[in-house]
């Protein structure tokens, strides 16, 4: 898999903020010049917003007790292991044909098991930020869906459109904006819970999108939103940009 192509998968990551360092930087230069991947962040990110309005429901009762009732029909076949491929190819090989041939092959299997081996840490790296994925995209619905769930909107000082959505029974509240320009070069946008005039930080906003905010919302009585130097700050260094008081 060539670099460009690996950056074309990180569009779901990019919109839900969960790429760092070095990979979120060259995300985003990539995303200058890559109309599709520019078109399928904003998609990712418009359902990530919709998610606000979203409902949980339960699953019909019989459901549980045919999955349990099936699973058991389902196959499950142990992976072919590297070694086993080897082996087999070895010993076909040395049956048919001469030494000359042998030597040959063994050095293409080797240089085969090289490219399996960086195949497999591609595979392991895109599984791993697959569950890394799921488990934001749990946490937005824990809190969307959440019976207690209560919203309250607002504008930056440049006019962008955000949501904040509370729950206390999950003591979590969810960040979402819309209009917000990308932050200059070595800045970045932070979160923060107001907790009788102390702020509290609660998390980076690379840019636009839907982000569970960090810490638990306990007596937070407002959530504002400044501009900060790459990697936040202890506290805030600028004017907030927002500063939303939430439902009582």
């Not at 917003?49 to 429901?57: I, N």
């Not at 080797?110 to 595979?123: I, K, M, N, S, V």
């Not at 070069?185 to 690379?206: E, I, N």
Request: aromatic residues 4%; glycine residues 8%; hydrophobic residues 40%.
């Amino acid at each position: 898999m060539r670099h460009d192509e690996h950056l074309h998968t990180l569009t779901g990551a990019y919109a839900l903020h969960a790429l760092t360092g070095e990979e979120h930087h060259a995300f985003t230069a990539h995303l200058r010049h890559c109309e599709a991947c520019r078109r399928e962040v904003g998609e990712f990110e418009a359902t990530a917003a919709r998610l606000a309005a979203a409902a949980g429901l339960s699953p019909p009762a019989p459901m549980r007790q045919a999955v349990l009732r099936h699973i058991d029909d389902v196959r499950q076949t142990p992976p072919r292991t590297q070694l086993q491929a080897r082996a087999r190819l070895t010993t076909v090989l040395t049956r048919k044909a001469g030494p000359y041939v042998v030597a040959a092959s063994i050095a293409a299997a080797a240089a085969f098991g090289g490219l399996a081996a960086w195949q497999h840490r591609q595979t392991e790296q895109a599984h791993t930020q697959a569950q890394r994925l799921a488990r934001q995209a749990q946490d937005l619905a824990a809190v969307l869906t959440a019976p207690d769930a209560r919203t309250v909107q607002g504008r930056t000082t440049g006019g962008a459109a955000t949501t904040v959505v509370t729950s206390t029974q999950r003591d979590r509240a969810v960040f979402v904006s819309n209009g917000l320009p990308t932050p200059p070069d070595g800045k970045t946008y932070q979160l923060w819970f107001a907790d009788h005039g102390a702020m509290r930080p609660a998390g980076l906003l690379p840019r636009d999108g839907a982000t569970v905010m960090q810490g638990a919302l306990a007596d937070a009585q407002a959530v504002g939103l400044t501009l900060e130097p790459a990697g936040g700050s202890p506290q805030p260094t600028t004017d907030p940009l927002l500063l939303l008081t939430l439902p009582a």
